[in-house]
């Protein structure tokens, strides 16, 4: 099939690239000319696992345009652009508006033709902001000369090709049959579940998964800061749950709380939108609640050895919000480091992949080309992204506070575990 992707940041990237590699031509439209040169030139727009080799391979499947004319070659249109969060913690749906108008422009001048929202969008913005806005600018009417899905993504950073190509479920939310079928048609030879449903139920889809995964987390670190009172190890509680098969274990690990671009994003959207409904949403506030606090937990422990922090040289190892990523977006690390420096500390840090990005937020803490020398020019260390070559390095004379439950407690002077 042809298949146009508004939108080229990570989710449009990874899906077009994705598509190709099945067989697909795909053109990538962008109104930002830096990307859509990087693209034509060969080159990724971001870093994922595994995604440069995949891209290259299928250069010729690949194209990347400012013109939202290329719609006009292709069969259905995925977009995928960002919905940030308001100030507020609502959604904010200019891109979505902006790009739905573009391509309605363009549907004007076209035969029938499906449109698919990917981008993560709360319940009832598919039917009522895209598709009266595809109405308005087309001058067409849904149903009969295009058609809509919604089409949520379950990628993880890291793992994002590995999770488009072998998903746990595909779910498509049609407008119509005949929207569902062509969509359909385009994942038919994947082999997991593919739930079809109504355009306002794949979006809550969306919502409910990324609020139980975080839900999750909130849950284990409060009971893993109540074993931490009882001198109870949290992952021996854990793993003890998740052999019972309705609790699992995954996401189950307790530690510095959840970071990244989309939990708390999404949990703060789903909050706003129920508030809008007249429902007061108290699980989703408390898990935001419990990971807003987690973090400084580290810290707190750190006083039990360290009273006053001032002048102190505190090792933090790990910025990133979580392991094989560059991304820094809410992690974990940054609220620590902000405290220790209210505190006066002397910050040190190390990532192996993180520590451009994060001069961007703090240019003036020191910075280490190892975690090895990180540790020997610091007093005590925080450990709070779980690389693995944290695993290995000589703590024997440090207090450690360890976020991630990843060194043995032998392996430190003093060792603390946030929930252990
Ligand atoms: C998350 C979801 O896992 C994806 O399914 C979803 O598609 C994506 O958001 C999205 O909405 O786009 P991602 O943010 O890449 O993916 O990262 P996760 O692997 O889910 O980790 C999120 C955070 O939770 C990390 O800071 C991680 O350290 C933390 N975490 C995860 C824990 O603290 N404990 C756990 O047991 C698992």
Redesign the pocket.
Known sequence: MKISIIGTGY?GLITGVCFAELGNNVICIDINEEKVNKINSGEPTIYERGLEEIFKKNLERIKASLNFNEILNTDITFICVSTPENPDGSINLDYIKSASESVGKVLKEKGYHLVVVKS?VVPETTEKVVIPILEKFSEKNVGEDFGVCMNP??????SAIK?FMEPDRIVIGEFDKKSGDMLFNLYKDFKCPILRTDLKTAEMI?YA??AF?SM??SF?NEMGNICKKLGINIYKVAEGMGYDERIGH??????P???????KK?VNALIKKAESLGYEPKILKSVLEVNERQPLKMIELLKKYLQNLKNKKIGVLGLS??PETDDIRE??AIKIVKKLLEEEAIVNAYDPKAMNNFKKLFPNINYFSSAQDCIENSEAVLIV??WDEFKDLDYSDKIVIDGRYIISKEKAKIYEGICW
């Open positions: 989710v993560t993504e379950f990628l993880k950073e890291g999770d969306k998964s990324n995964l999750k987390i284990i995954k996401f189950l690990r307790a530690g709380g959840f970071g990244g671009s989309c939990f999404d919000f979580k992690s974990p992204t779980d």
